[in-house]
């Protein structure tokens, strides 16, 4: 058994038998058994192991362009792209914050507003919970509008 060739154990060089006597027929009819059987073995593994599922992308965004169809937050952040956020934009611009007070002043409302959302689970507060980071986000030109308004005015 501690051949080192890759015969199998029942061939004439593994078991020592005499080459020429009258059973290597049939010790390589075994042999051409064995093959076809590891054959079909190997071919019905194949054939009962499902497919491997397509291989994901690192880089697939379709989950964000589902959103808005799978998900409440999705809908909310959806629908605070057109209603809170630009409201609040225009409530941080009559204001005329700096970019840092509005980013203070967007923290608070969401710290607040989120803490209440977790306690109540309303849409109306995921929608505001969205909205203020959006408008937040539709600020920020708005402030660097202003901020080189000041600069060039020299105020």
Known sequence: MSSSSDEPWWSAQSTGADPGDDRQA???????????LRYAAEYLRDAATPAPPPKESNWDFTW???????????????????????????????????????????????????????????????????????GLAYYAPVAIIFGLGKVLVGG
Request: charged content about 20%.
């Open 64 to 134: 964000l362009t589902q959103m808005r169809k799978r998900s409440d937050n999705g809908k909310a952040f959806v629908d605070a792209l057109w209603s809170v956020g630009p409201a609040y934009t225009i409530f941080l611009a009559s204001q005329r914050f700096e970019f840092g007070t509005a980013c203070g002043f967007t923290f608070l409302g969401f710290a607040v507003i989120g803490g209440w959302h977790l306690r109540v689970e309303r849409k109306a507060t995921r929608l505001l919970t969205w909205g203020l980071p959006v």
């Open 26 to 36: 049939e010790r390589d009819s075994l042999t051409d058994a064995a093959a076809d």
